[in-house]
């Protein structure tokens, strides 16, 4: 079957740096989308890898190792704002979406 | 540029009553068009998605239903609502011909069967 994990929850530091881990497991393969969702609302789009590597786009960093099924969001000089959660989607030989079920992401002061 | 609504933002509907949720597109033509349901917890879950006006494509037998009347408009539909059909329903757009696109979703409905 199709399968996507990440960590149900992490806590930071305002200030601090976040690693958030995402493994896919998925019937071909096609990239890896990264979302922020704020509480009641709808997901953004943050990144999106398709070649092994790290992509930087200011604050935010998306890593990509197609060899190990394996994604992370880096996440620098955390702000408050940052307070959401983060899901991690893999598109499968059918360009469709496998979405994970999230990562909440708390920052403490 | 492009925005996609949705209404109504909110919706408390008894067991057994119908459903009509609606979500506009606006901006680009002929977009693909999907509806997702999130769960309290869980991952976004697709419902259905549509490539043309008429095109609708079920990912979930269940007891809702999809229409696409007008290129920029998708409703998601129920005749009877269950209790297991509380949830997060998010309507999301793509730009239509590649295969890699990404999506970009409206704000959302918030239901709660009672």
């Known amino acids: 079957g199709q399968n996507i994990d990440q960590p149900t929850e992490m806590t930071a530091t305002e200030g601090a740096i976040v690693q958030i881990n995402c493994t896919y497991q998925?019937?071909?393969?096609?990239?890896l989308f990264w979302y922020q969702q704020h509480a009641g609302e709808a997901p953004t789009f943050l990144s999106y890898?398709?070649l092994d590597g790290l992509e930087e786009k200011g604050r935010f960093s998306s890593f990509l190792s197609r060899s190990k099924g394996y994604s992370y969001l880096l996440l620098k000089e955390l702000q408050m704002k940052d307070s959401a959660s983060y899901l991690c989607?893999?598109?499968?030989?059918?360009?469709?979406?496998?979405w994970g079920a999230g990562t909440k992401l708390i920052i403490k002061p | 540029s492009q925005t996609i609504h949705q209404w109504p933002a909110t919706l408390v509907q008894p067991v057994g009553s119908p459903l009509s949720l609606e979500c506009t597109v606006e901006?680009?033509?002929?977009?693909?068009l999907y509806w997702y349901r999130q769960a309290a917890g869980r991952g976004l879950q697709l419902l259905f998605y549509?490539?043309?006006?008429?095109?609708i494509s079920s990912e979930v037998p269940q007891n809702l239903s999809a229409s696409r009347p007008q290129d920029r408009q998708f409703i998601l539909s129920s005749k009877k609502l269950l209790l297991s059909d509380s949830g997060f329903y998010l309507c999301?757009?793509?730009?239509?011909?590649?295969?890699?696109?990404?999506?970009?979703f409206g704000p959302g409905t918030r239901l709660l069967v009672l």
């Open positions: 999301a757009w793509s730009v239509s011909g590649r295969e890699v696109e990404t999506q970009y």
């Open positions: 901006g680009t033509s002929n977009p693909n």
């Open positions: 549509s490539v043309g006006i008429g095109q």
């Open positions: 998925t019937s071909g393969f096609n990239g």
């Open positions: 890898n398709v």
């Open positions: 989607a893999a598109l499968d030989s059918n360009y469709q979406l496998i």
